[in-house]
Protein backbone atom coordinates (compact mmCIF):
# COMPACT_ATOMS: atom_id res chain seq x y z
CA UNK A 1 0.00 0.00 0.00
CA UNK A 2 2.87 2.46 0.95
CA UNK A 3 3.88 1.90 -2.68
CA UNK A 4 0.91 3.10 -4.22
CA UNK A 5 1.06 6.25 -2.14
CA UNK A 6 4.71 6.85 -3.17
CA UNK A 7 4.17 6.27 -6.59
CA UNK A 8 1.65 8.72 -6.61
CA UNK A 9 3.41 11.60 -4.61
CA UNK A 10 5.60 12.19 -6.92
CA UNK A 11 2.64 13.79 -9.52
CA UNK A 12 1.80 15.77 -6.11
CA UNK A 13 2.18 19.05 -5.32
CA UNK A 14 2.36 21.24 -1.95
CA UNK A 15 -0.09 23.61 -0.90
CA UNK A 16 0.10 26.13 1.86
CA UNK A 17 -3.53 26.94 3.30
CA UNK A 18 -3.99 29.63 5.64
CA UNK A 19 -5.99 28.83 8.27
CA UNK A 20 -7.76 32.67 9.63
CA UNK A 21 -10.05 32.65 12.96
CA UNK A 22 -11.86 35.48 14.03
CA UNK A 23 -12.35 36.77 17.34
CA UNK A 24 -15.07 39.70 17.49
CA UNK A 25 -16.61 41.69 21.45
CA UNK A 26 -17.86 44.83 21.69
CA UNK A 27 -16.96 47.07 24.86
CA UNK A 28 -18.55 49.74 25.65
CA UNK A 29 -16.29 52.82 27.71
CA UNK A 30 -17.08 55.86 28.83
CA UNK A 31 -15.47 58.94 26.94
CA UNK A 32 -15.36 62.26 25.52
CA UNK A 33 -15.45 61.32 21.99
CA UNK A 34 -14.74 58.11 19.84
CA UNK A 35 -10.86 58.58 19.43
CA UNK A 36 -10.57 59.04 23.18
CA UNK A 37 -12.90 55.95 23.47
CA UNK A 38 -10.64 53.67 20.84
CA UNK A 39 -7.66 54.78 22.91
CA UNK A 40 -8.57 53.34 26.09
CA UNK A 41 -9.78 50.25 24.25
CA UNK A 42 -6.43 49.30 22.96
CA UNK A 43 -5.08 50.61 26.47
CA UNK A 44 -7.07 47.94 27.48
CA UNK A 45 -6.34 45.08 25.35
CA UNK A 46 -2.71 46.06 25.14
CA UNK A 47 -2.45 46.29 29.03
CA UNK A 48 -4.39 42.59 28.99
CA UNK A 49 -7.29 43.76 30.58
CA UNK A 50 -9.22 42.63 27.12
CA UNK A 51 -8.50 38.81 26.27
CA UNK A 52 -10.35 37.87 23.32
CA UNK A 53 -11.23 33.92 23.93
CA UNK A 54 -13.05 31.17 22.34
CA UNK A 55 -16.54 32.79 23.75
CA UNK A 56 -15.87 35.86 21.31
CA UNK A 57 -15.65 33.33 18.37
CA UNK A 58 -17.04 34.72 14.90
CA UNK A 59 -15.88 32.25 11.87
CA UNK A 60 -13.21 30.46 10.07
CA UNK A 61 -11.81 31.22 6.71
CA UNK A 62 -9.21 28.84 4.65
CA UNK A 63 -7.53 30.05 1.85
CA UNK A 64 -4.71 28.86 -0.11
CA UNK A 65 -1.60 31.01 0.00
CA UNK A 66 -0.07 31.86 -3.52
CA UNK A 67 3.55 30.65 -4.50
Do not use: G
Not at 53 to 58: E, I, K, L, P, R
Amino acid sequence: MSQYFCYFAYDMKKYRIEVSEVLSRVVEVVAEDDTEALQIVKAMYRNCDLILDASDYVLTEFSVIDE
